[in-house]
């Protein structure tokens, strides 16, 4: 059973440049979250969506930043004219969220954005 | 807001001590989590925690939630290097929540 999926595993973009993040959750899980992770700092909440939902995106930016969950295919986190300061670690997580115990996260190995 | 606190946020002990790792949320929980992040890595999950006053142990580390459902711990006993990491609590009001994250404490091994 394959874990969460991220690609790209890193990602240059120069200043301006269009970045797109995607996350493949592990099979049988409805629910993805995404987090962003400076060095040496903690998960800072981006977005919480289920399948053609966005449940919680208080932790995303207005601007420049959108995230989807379609019915078929991947979660992605996009970023618009990305500046020097979106330079991070983005981490999905997956989450089957059934009664009970469907809290618990399982993240992916992360895509790495460095913005030139 | 809820929000969930961890203390300390770095601790440097040398192998074989023992180690602690404090969580408090503001609200009380549905259940608690822990994760552990390798350097360069991604957060794992170690366990979770739904009963008041639930103690739970893996080899060297035992987790505690708190009677009250607002507060957690993680000890390790006797570190050793492979211990090194960021320890993240997470917890949710209900099931149906969103998971908020704390902090983390990030832990290094003297050898």
């Known amino acids: 059973n394959a874990g969460v999926m991220q690609n790209p595993r890193h990602l240059v973009r120069r200043r301006g440049q269009e970045a797109r993040l995607r996350c493949s959750p592990m099979k049988g899980h409805s629910h993805v979250y995404w987090y962003r992770q400076l060095p040496e700092e903690g998960l800072k909440f981006m977005v919480y969506l289920q399948k053609e939902n966005i449940i919680d995106e208080s932790g995303m930016p207005k601007e420049r930043f959108s995230a989807e969950f379609p019915k078929e295919g991947p979660s992605i986190l996009r970023i618009q004219q990305v500046v020097r300061g979106d330079s991070a670690a983005y981490f999905c997580?997956?989450?089957?969220?059934?009664?009970?115990?469907?809290?618990?996260?399982?993240f992916g190995p992360g895509t790495r954005l460095l913005v030139l | 807001g809820q929000q969930v606190m961890q203390i300390p946020q770095y601790q440097h002990v040398q192998e074989g001590e023992d180690f602690t790792t404090y969580c408090n949320s503001s609200t009380t929980l549905s259940n608690i989590q822990w994760y552990k992040q390798r350097p360069g890595g991604h957060p794992v999950f170690l366990i979770q925690?739904?009963?008041?006053?639930e103690v739970k142990k893996q080899k060297r580390l035992t987790f505690q939630f708190g009677e009250a459902k607002k507060n957690s711990s993680l000890h390790i006993t006797a570190t050793q290097t492979t211990d090194v990491g960021t320890y993240f609590c997470?917890?949710?009001?209900?099931?149906?929540?969103?998971?908020?994250f704390g902090p983390g404490t990030s832990l290094s091994v003297i050898p």
């Open positions: 997470a917890g949710s009001k209900t099931s149906y929540d969103k998971v908020i």
């Open positions: 997580a997956s989450s089957p969220r059934t009664r009970g115990s469907g809290e618990t996260q399982y």
């Open positions: 925690l739904v009963k008041s006053g």
